[in-house]
C-alpha cells in the first residue's frame, strides 16, 4: 500500500506502508525495509532483544530495570549501531516522512499514557495528608535549585562561537537549571514503586513533597513557554497561546469533570464501567495532548490536566487502569526510553568535553542545591538522618520522566546534542545507582523489628490481650469471629481489644489509605461487605459485654506493600498478635477449592518483618461454623489440641491457648537432647503449668514418644479427626533430624512442616489449624 503525499511545489512523496514479504525482490530482500511496517517492526524487534540482552546481565547486581533499556538505548545509537540514522531516508524521502517517523509517534504515545496514568493514579489530597514538612520541602527544593541562575554567566568569555553563538550558550546553561531543578512526579512514584516504600513514611512525605513541587513547575512550565512564544514567535501568538491554556483549564474543570462524574454516577457499585466511557476519555486524553501542541505547549499538559480531574480508584479510575497500564509499562513505555536515549550521541561528550565543562559544573550545583534544600527541612523537623537523606536523594533523582523536558529543548535548539548526551548519561547514572543506595540507606523493615518483646508469651499478667485480625473477604469473617469468641468466652477476666483490618487491593491510584471505619468515608458502598462485617463484629462485642473491644480500619493499598499497612497499624496498636487467614480455601462441604497466591505472598512478607507475633488460620469452615452455632454458645464445645514438638513457636501458642479449654499433646523422640539444652529447659518450663491439673483444670495433658518422622504423620493424622481447631508453632520439626523426610514434601512453607501437613489438600479432616510464629527479633 502506497500513500501520495503532495508539497507545497506539487511535487509528490511516496510514503509505502505494506509490502509484499522478502519475494518482493530476492536480489534485494532489504527492500522492504522501504515500507514504513516492517521497518517500525524490525526496529521495535531490536528494541527489545537489546533490552532483554542487557536486563539478563543487570538484574543478577540489583539494577533498576529503567537502565536497561537506556542502555539498549545507547547499544542502539550512534555510539554503537545508529539505528535512526540508518532508517532515516528508508521510507520516504521527504524529512516528515522519514523511517522513524512512525517509531517516534509510537514513542510519544507511549509518554502521553504514562504521564496520564501516572497522574490518573496519584491521590490529590497527598499533599496536605503529612503536615508542614511536605509544604515547606515542595516550595524549598522548587526555589533554593534556581539560584544556579546566578552562574550561568560564569566563564560566558569562555564560549567558543563555533560550538554555539554567546545568547544561544547562555540560554543552554538556563535550560540545564531548569530541568534540573524540576521534580517530576512519575519519576519519584517509579523509584518509590521500585523500592517497595510507597506506603512506607518516607514515601508518603517524598511524594507529598513532590506534588507541591510539581504544582510549581506547571505554573512556571507554562509561563516559560508563552515567554519563548513572544520573545521568538509573535507576541499575538503567545498571547493566544495564553488564552488557550486558560480556556483549556476551564472546560477541563467546567466541562470534562462533570461529566466524569456523571459516568461514575452513572455505574452502579461494584458493575464495570462501560467500554465506551473508558475509550472516551482515553482520546480525551490524547486530544489534549494535541491541543497542547497546537498551541505551543509540552504535549504532556494536556494528559496531565486531564488526569488530574478524574477521581482515583474505582470505578473510572480502575478501569482506565486495568485497560491499559500493562500495555503501557511493558510494551509503550519501554520503546519511549529507548528511542529517547537513541537521539543522544555519547561520543560528543568527549569530542565536545571543554564546551560542556560549565554545563557539567551546573547540574552538579544543581543537584547539591536541590538536595541541601530537601535536607534541611527534614533535619530540622527532626526526621532521622538516614530518613532525611533518603527522602533527599529520592527527590534529587533524575530519570526517564525527565527526558520530556530534555528532548523539548533539544528539539526547540536550546541544548546542543552533547548536552543532551550529557543529561542522558546522568540520568542513566540515577537510574543505575539510586535504587542500590537508597536499598542499602534505608531498609522499611528496620522500623518494625522492635527491640520490646510484644508477644503473648511475655505479656504483663492481666492486661489487654492486643489482637490484629486482617480480613481480604466475606468468608473470612466467620472465621475469624469464631476464633475472637474462642479466646473471650471461656474467661471473663482477660479482656481482648481486637482491631480488625479489611484489606482491599488498591486499583487505579498510587497512593495507599488506612482510614477508620469510625468516620464516614465515600470510599465504603453501604452494600459492601465490609459493612455487613462491622455489624457482626458489633454484634460479637457487645455479647463480650466489658472484656471485648472492636476497632476497625480499611487498608487501601498494593498487594506486594499491604503488609507494610499492618506492619505499620501493629506498632501503632502495641499489638502482641497478628491474625491473618491463609490463600486455601475449602467449600462448605470441605472440598479443596483454591490457593490465593497473593495473600500467600502477603503472609510469607508479614512472618519476615512483622513486629510482633503472627498467627495464620486455616479454615476448613467445620471451625466457623461450629463456633457461630447460637445452639452451642453456652459451652461453646469447641475442641482444641495442641501438638507441642518445641521451640519459641510451640511455647507461643501455648501461651495463646491458656485462655480456652485445650488438649495439649506433647511428641518425643526416644533420641532425646540432652537436659542442659537450654531450649528444652524453656520447653519444660512452658509446659510446667499444664503438667499441674490442679492448677489447669481446663488443660489435659499427655505425652507420646515417637521413633521416626514417619510415625509423626501418623499420630498428626489421628489427631487431625479429633478436633475442631489444631494449634501448631511455624517453627516445629525444621532443625531436627527426624524431619527430614517430611521437610521434602512441604508444599506450603509459611505454615511449617506440621501446619502443612494439617493445611494439605489431600487430608479427610475437617479440623482448622492455626499457625503459630512468635516475634522476631534481631
Known amino acids: 500500500m502506497n500513500t501520495t503525499i503532495f508539497d507545497g511545489d506539487c511535487t509528490s512523496s511516496f510514503f509505502n506502508i505494506s509490502s509484499d514479504g522478502l519475494w518482493e525482490n530476492l536480489k534485494s530482500p532489504d527492500m522492504i525495509f522501504g515500507y514504513s511496517l516492517p521497518l517500525v517492526e524490525i526496529q521495535i524487534l531490536l528494541i527489545f532483544i537489546f533490552i532483554v540482552m542487557t536486563h539478563m546481565f543487570l538484574r543478577h547486581i540489583g539494577i533498576s530495570q529503567i537502565a536497561s533499556y537506556m542502555i539498549a538505548g545507547l547499544m542502539l545509537g550512534p555510539q554503537l549501531f545508529d539505528v535512526l540514522e540508518k532508517s532515516s531516508g528508508k521510507v520516504s524521502e521527504d524529512p516528515a516522512l522519514d523511517g522513524n517517523a512512525t517509531l517516534r509517534s509510537i514513542s510519544v504515545f507511549g509518554t502521553i499514557m504514562f504521564t496520564f496514568l501516572m497522574t490518573l493514579r496519584t491521590s490529590r489530597r497527598v499533599a496536605f495528608i503529612s503536615g508542614k514538612l511536605p509544604v515547606v520541602i515542595g516550595i524549598l527544593s522548587f526555589f533554593a535549585p534556581l ?79 508563552i515567554q519563548a512564544t ?47 466511557y ?31 480531574v478524574i477521581p482515583e480508584g474505582p470505578p473510572l479510575g480502575s478501569a482506565l487502569e486495568s485497560k491499559y497500564e500493562k500495555l503501557t509499562m511493558n510494551v509503550f513505555l519501554p520503546i519511549s526510553i529507548t528511542v529517547s536515549v537513541m537521539r543522544s550521541d555519547a561520543t560528543r561528550m568527549l569530542t565536545e568535553f571543554s564546551h560542556i565543562l560549565v554545563n557539567i559544573f551546573l547540574t552538579a550545583l544543581t543537584l547539591v542545591l536541590k538536595f541541601v534544600a530537601c535536607l534541611a527541612p527534614c533535619l530540622y523537623y527532626k526526621l532521622p538522618l538516614n530518613e532525611s537523606l533518603a527522602v533527599s536523594i529520592i ?30 548519561i546522568y540520568s542513566l547514572l540515577n537510574a543505575g545507582i539510586v535504587p542500590v543506595v537508597l536499598r542499602r540507606l534505608y531498609d522499611p523493615k528496620r522500623k518494625y523489628v522492635n527491640y520490646q518483646k510484644r508477644n503473648i508469651l511475655h505479656l504483663e499478667p492481666n492486661s489487654d490481650l492486643q489482637i490484629i485480625t486482617c480480613l481480604h473477604r466475606p468468608e473470612n469473617v466467620s472465621a475469624t469471629i469464631a476464633f475472637l469468641q474462642l479466646l473471650s468466652s471461656p474467661n471473663l477476666d482477660f479482656p481482648i481489644a481486637v482491631t480488625v483490618l479489611y484489606l482491599v487491593k488498591l486499583v487505579g491510584q498510587i497512593n495507599p489509605v488506612l482510614i477508620s471505619d469510625n468516620k464516614k468515608s465515600k470510599r465504603l458502598h453501604t452494600d459492601s461487605y465490609i459493612h455487613t462485617a462491622n455489624l457482626a463484629f458489633r454484634k460479637f ?58 495473600i500467600r505472598r502477603l503472609n510469607q512478607a508479614l512472618l519476615q518483618s512483622a513486629p510482633c507475633s503472627i498467627g495464620i488460620l486455616i479454615d476448613r469452615g467445620h471451625f466457623s461454623r461450629k463456633g457461630n452455632d447460637v445452639s452451642s454458645k453456652k459451652n461453646y464445645n469447641i475442641d482444641v489440641g495442641v501438638i507441642f514438638i518445641g521451640g519459641k513457636d510451640d511455647r507461643e501458642a501455648l501461651s495463646l491457648v491458656k485462655r480456652v479449654r485445650v488438649t495439649v499433646i506433647r511428641l518425643l523422640f526416644k533420641q532425646e537432647i540432652e537436659p542442659e539444652n537450654w ?39 489421628f489427631l487431625a479427626h479429633e478436633y475442631d481447631l489444631m494449634v501448631v508453632g511455624r517453627d516445629q520439626g525444621i532443625a531436627s533430624p527426624n524431619f527430614l523426610g517430611l521437610t521434602e514434601w512441604v508444599e506450603l512453607p509459611e505454615l511449617g512442616v506440621i501446619g502443612d501437613f494439617l493445611a494439605a489438600k489431600e487430608l479427610s479432616s475437617k479440623v482448622s489449624v492455626l499457625v503459630v510464629q512468635q516475634q522476631q527479633q534481631t
Open 147 to 225: 539560584f544556579g541562575l546566578g552562574f550561568q554567566n560564569l566563564f560566558s568569555d569562555s564560549i567558543d562561537p563555533n560550538y554555539m553563538p554567546l545568547k544561544t550558550g547562555l540560554g543552554e546553561r538556563t535550560a540545564i537549571v531548569i530541568t534540573q531543578s524540576s521534580i517530576l512526579l512519575p519519576s519519584t512514584t517509579y523509584i518509590l514503586l521500585e523500592l517497595k516504600i510507597l506506603n512506607s513514611e518516607i514515601g508518603r512525605l517524598a511524594l507529598s513533597a513532590c506534588v507541591i513541587n510539581d504544582i510549581f513547575g506547571i505554573i512556571s512550565m507554562v509561563l516559560a513557554s
Open 230 to 276: 513572544y520573545k521568538n514567535v509573535s507576541h499575538v501568538t503567545a498571547y493566544r497561546d495564553a488564552v488557550a491554556v486558560v480556556i483549556f483549564v476551564l472546560i477541563v474543570f467546567l466541562v470534562f469533570k462533570p461529566i466524569v462524574q456523571w459516568i461514575i454516577n452513572r455505574t452502579p457499585d461494584g458493575k464495570p464501567v462501560k467500554n465506551m
Open 541 to 598: 462485642m457487645l455479647e463480650g459485654l466489658k472484656s471485648v473491644t472492636v476497632t476497625t480500619y480499611t487498608a487501601f493499598s498494593h498487594e506486594k506493600m499491604m503488609h507494610e499497612d499492618i506492619c505499620t497499624l501493629a506498632l501503632d496498636q502495641t499489638s502482641s498478635m497478628i491474625i491473618v487467614p491463609s490463600g486455601r480455601r475449602w467449600t462448605v462441604d470441605g472440598m479443596f477449592e483454591s490457593d490465593d497466591d497473593a
Open 395 to 424: 527527590l534529587s533523582y533524575k530519570s526517564f520522566a525527565d527526558f520530556v523536558l530534555y528532548e523539548s529543548v533539544l528539539d526547540a535548539a536550546y541544548i546542543s546534542q552533547a548536552t543532551y548526551a550529557l543529561l542522558i
Open 679 to 717: 531450649e528444652y529447659i524453656l520447653d519444660n518450663e512452658g509446659l510446667k503449668d499444664f503438667k499441674i491439673a490442679e492448677e489447669m483444670k481446663n488443660v489435659d495433658y499427655t505425652e507420646r514418644t515417637m521413633t521416626s518422622g514417619a510415625e509423626v504423620a501418623s499420630i498428626v493424622q
Open 278 to 308: 473508558v475509550n472516551a476519555v482515553i482520546l480525551t486524553a490524547l486530544a489534549s495532548s494535541v491541543y497542547s501542541m497546537i498551541f505551543n505547549m509540552k504535549y504532556v499538559l494536556g494528559a496531565l490536566v486531564v488526569g488530574l
